[in-house]
């Protein structure tokens, strides 16, 4: 026979028994929500890390390259450079006995990158040794360059043409 007692002890049991699961699992929730958090915070550390060191490398390849790039620099014309470019142009052909004119220039904005491009287009006459130095020397500008279009025509010693060339100008918009 169950007496009271076994009754009273029974239910204190029951209840204990669920107090403790109901205990047990709050605290499995808690550690699953801390483990979660805990695994989002280590993910944001890893990628912190990783973004650090990427700025690292990044900045150590700026360092590192940085004399390439002034060099390279030096093969590209500016805004600012371009007027003195056509200037020094002239003042070579007219030491060179040749008579040189800019007939166009027109600047074409590249969308999407770093350079635009200086369309110039030259006329230019004189003797075939002094045509020969002044398109040789559009051959060689230093800097970044493409002759589109060159002709000539010869009369009696002397030569004549007109020359077209695509230069590429660093925009710094």
Known sequence: MITRKTKSIGVVAILFFLGSAAAFSFAAYEIYQLGTSLEEEVNLVANN?????????????????????NQLA?????????INFLAEIER??????????????NLVERSGTDFDSLEASF????????????????ETIPYENVITTMELSFNQGQVSGTLELILSIASYD
């Open 74 to 82: 030096n093969f590209i014309l500016t805004e600012d450079e371009t």
């Open 92 to 105: 070579v052909a007219f030491e060179r006995g040749v008579r040189l004119q800019t007939t166009s220039l």
């Open 123 to 138: 006329s230019f006459s004189g003797s075939d040794r002094q045509v020969r130095e002044i398109v040789s020397m559009f």
């Open 49 to 69: 890390e990783a973004l650090r060191r990427q700025a690292t490398e990044s900045n150590q390849l700026v360092e590192q390259t940085e004399a390439e790039r």
